[in-house]
């Protein structure tokens, strides 16, 4: 039996009323002044409190880590996408039993989801899907800012601004004509993200880069990217709009 499986062995879903309503902590009891507005260190016993809201009564609850799966598949069955819901935690299971036989120990939750998101971008890369695909890139920068792996997240962070410079299109088709019509990359739709502009300052900051560190590293990585995707955008006109959002 998989970890899910003992989870939702455990605790049903549709019978189970887990969290805390009143501001006391999941772990140890600590009593806390106020509700907290979000995920919060326990003052008590230091773990990581979050806090959901309940779909049976939309209560807002305070609970441990390990229960927001279970708050997850709740709001699953609630919105009517429990089968999507399981069809993932399936793919989540299968992901982890490969890398634990692979690595000889219990894979972390960042390696089971770098995992399936290196195994996304190649179907996603096959199919046409380039919007799908910057979507897997950036969800890699956001495990590895996680991880504390600040120096690679922002690597993957100025690759996704590169992508979003050249316009990326879901085609969803190979189809020749179809692809004249529709370009994979077009520069006209090119835009930058102020979430991931933010969190490259918010990143070069951090290790006390200089804007030309942050040129030399952008065209480096536009240029791997230009050369293995073939992507219409040069790199060198591709940072003269990135620096101008820069702070
Ligand atoms: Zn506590």
Same mark, same amino acid.
């Given at each position: 039996m998989g970890l899910f499986d003992r989870l939702t062995a455990k605790f049903s879903p549709k019978k189970s009323n887990i969290g805390?309503?009143? %501001? &006391?902590? %999941?772990?140890?009891g600590h009593q806390l002044e106020k509700m907290p507005g979000r995920k919060k260190r326990c003052p008590g016993c230091d773990q990581h409190m979050l806090v959901r809201t309940r779909p049976r009564d939309r209560k807002k609850i305070l609970i441990r880590e390990d229960q927001a799966i279970l708050i997850e598949e709740q709001w699953s069955i609630a919105n009517g996408t429990h089968d999507q819901f399981l069809a993932a935690r399936r793919e989540y299971e299968a992901e982890r039993n490969r890398l634990q036989k692979q690595l000889g120990r219990e894979p972390t939750a960042s390696e089971i989801e770098w995992a399936k998101l290196t195994k996304e971008l190649g179907v996603h890369a096959k199919q046409y899907q380039w919007g799908l695909y910057r979507n897997a890139r950036l969800s890699m920068g956001d495990i590895l800012k996680k991880d504390k792996k600040y120096k690679d997240a922002l690597d993957v962070y100025l690759e996704v601004c590169y992508l979003d410079l050249n316009g %990326?299109?879901?085609?969803g088709s190979t189809d020749a004509q179809m692809l004249r019509e529709? *370009? *994979?990359?077009n520069p006209k739709d090119g835009f930058l993200a102020p979430g991931v502009l933010g969190y490259v300052d918010n990143l070069l900051h951090r290790q006390k880069l200089s804007k030309n560190d942050i040129k030399v590293r952008f065209l480096a990585i536009s240029a791997n990217v230009q050369n293995s !995707?073939? !992507? %219409? &955008?040069?790199p060198e006109k591709a940072w003269r709009k990135l620096s101008k959002e820069l702070n």
């Open positions: 805390n309503t009143q %501001p &006391v902590c %999941p772990y140890c %990326p299109n879901n085609c529709f *370009p *994979p990359f !995707l073939g !992507l %219409p &955008v040069a």
